[in-house]
């Protein structure tokens, strides 16, 4: 279902872009994959340690119009706790913003958004039962991209999620395709 979901989003996203971009408004602008470390922030369900450090993946699809960025971001996160177990979260956000030009070969990104926060726990004391929950978040991103080539660039990207379940952040490497 999740598969089927996202290839609707970007196939809606393709004919928006053949559509508007002859009225120079709509313009698919890039896509990125994220590789880092993550962490919890504070712990709000009781379910969780704060000693926690993971691995992070996120994929981003980037639209422009006009001078405003809006992206469709998909993170995906896997922690190993030693006391409580495995645990991970997964976030589909849509998000807001800004590209400012540093100059020609480096230019940073802000957004801010809204999304779908999954977060889940296997237990090892309660014979490794998994609770699961799910709520809104509110992402926060940054990405300082150093451009190698035109259409191609590597950076750091600082995320942040804040939502009522547990608040999380990672730091990732960045690359970047313009199209």
Avoid: C
Wanted: net charge positive.
């Amino acid at each position: 279902m999740k598969k089927m979901t996202l290839s609707i989003i970007i196939i809606t996203l393709f004919y928006f872009n053949s559509t508007l971009a002859q009225e120079n408004k709509l313009q698919l602008k890039s896509t990125s994959l994220g590789i880092g470390l993550s962490g919890l922030s504070s712990d709000n369900t009781g379910i969780s340690d704060t000693s926690t450090a993971g691995f992070t993946v996120n994929l981003d699809l980037s639209v422009n119009l006009n001078k405003n960025i809006f992206s469709l971001y998909l993170n995906k996160d896997f922690k190993f706790n030693l006391y409580d177990g495995r645990e991970h979260y997964n976030q589909l956000n849509a998000t807001y913003g800004r590209e400012f030009e540093l100059n020609d070969w480096l230019k940073l990104e802000g957004h801010l958004g809204l999304g779908y926060f999954n977060y889940s726990v296997k237990n090892s004391s309660t014979d490794f039962n998994t609770n699961r929950e799910s709520t809104i978040g509110f992402p926060l991103r940054v990405k300082l991209i150093f451009y190698t080539k035109k259409n191609f660039g590597i950076g750091i990207n600082p995320n942040l999620n804040l939502n009522s379940l547990v608040n999380t952040y990672s730091v990732n490497i960045v690359f970047q395709h313009n199209f």
